[in-house]
């Protein structure tokens, strides 16, 4: 059974940064797309950033410059590395693996910034 696995949310305070992992079971994800995406309250689910199995990236334009996305293929994981955050990126963040195939979802982890 194929499982996502994602980790590393938390609390931090304006202008901190937190480090998001997503890792997915089974050696056929090496090399598909995944991808970040979060959710506010009353709020509709949106891209954060996405790598293709080619380490292509694409990032939404309010989190250039201050997210990271990068994998490792041989851990199935993929990683957000987020500075600078600001309280409008208080969401909860679900990581999406293969979005044009197998299209799974973790469950997310809660990201809250706040002084």
């Known amino acids: 059974q194929v499982q996502v696995v994602e980790s590393g949310g938390g609390v931090v305070q304006p202008g901190g940064s937190l480090r998001l992992s997503c890792a997915a079971s089974g050696s056929i994800f090496r090399l598909v797309t995944m991808g970040w995406y979060r959710q506010a309250p009353g709020k509709e689910r949106e891209l954060v950033a996405r790598?293709?199995?080619?380490?292509?990236?694409i990032y939404r334009d309010s989190v250039k410059g201050r997210f990271a996305i990068s994998r490792d293929s041989a851990k199935n994981t993929i990683y957000l590395q987020m500075n600078d955050l600001k309280p409008e990126d208080t969401a909860v963040y679900y990581c999406?693996?293969?979005?044009?195939?197998?299209?799974?979802w973790g469950r997310g982890t809660q990201v809250t910034v706040s002084s």
């Open positions: 790598i293709t199995g080619g380490s292509r990236t």
């Open positions: 999406n693996v293969d979005p044009d195939g197998y299209n799974i």
